[in-house]
Structures are given as structure tokens and as C-alpha cells.
């Protein structure tokens, strides 16, 4: 898995993600990345849930957004690669919510959290007695200095 942050594109579209939330509210936020060959590229999709209570805590993306933009992509070559989205006021640890309705389908998904300036990735895989399970790993985004930047945008937002 750490091979997979040595592409460079990858690590541009997580940024993208990371970037795409606006840091000003309690709503869950979220997107896709997009595969093709080499290249990945991030889309933000909104949340299905937002303007709802539980939009806290639960990322859903709006399934006509979601439709429309992956069979835009799936026609140009483009396979969806992972799911991405933050949690506002919690850690990165994925919620029985998550696992039961969004990670659903997606091989790879990763969450943010603004506040620990996390970012987790969770792959399904099997687990050593062979059951199919979300594997967790921390993104090393102290190697990057952008994640500086976003801390920068975030702080300067909020002032
Ligand atoms: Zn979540």
C-alpha cells in the first residue's frame, strides 16, 4: 500500500480531496478519485444527506451527481478508484454507517479528518483467517508539504 503514495498523481488528487472541503461546517463532505492507466483525478459530489441531521455523520454522495459524473468518466476510460470523505468533528476511525453504506462496492476509501489532520485509508482485503475485511492505514502525509498549506487555508479561514 505505502508504493502506492510514491505516485505522484495520486498524491495530487488526494490533495485535491483534502482541499475540496470547505472547513466551515459540521456536514460530512466528500468525493470520488478516478483512475485511468497512470492518472487519477478527484471529483466532489455532495452529500445526499446535507441539510439533514445526520448528514454529521453520514457522507452519502447524491446519486445523480454520482451517476452522471462516473459514466462521464467510465465513457473517457476513467474507473472509480476510491471513495473520499471528512469528518468534520470526529477522528478518522470509520463508523458502523460507513462500512454499511458508503464503503459498500469501493476496494478503497479514505477519510479526513480536519481536525487531527489525518488522513486514513481503508482497503478491503483479506484479514489472516482469510475473511474479506477493511484493512486501516494512515496516508504518510508528513511527507508532504502541502499538508502544511492545507493547515494554512484551514487556520486562515477560520480567523
Ligand atoms: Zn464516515
Redesign the pocket.
Known sequence: MKDLFKNKKLVAALKEAVKSNTFDGEE?EGGFIFKKDEEFAFEKIPNKNSGKAFAV???EADPIKIGRTDYKRWKDGWTLFASF?T?PG?STM??H??LQK?FTGYQINF?YSPASRILSGYKLEKDEEGIMAYQAFEVPMKDYSWHREVRYVEKHERD
Open positions: 460530512e455523520v453520514l457522507y470523505h469528518h470526529a470509520a463508523s454507517l460507513d458508503l477519510i
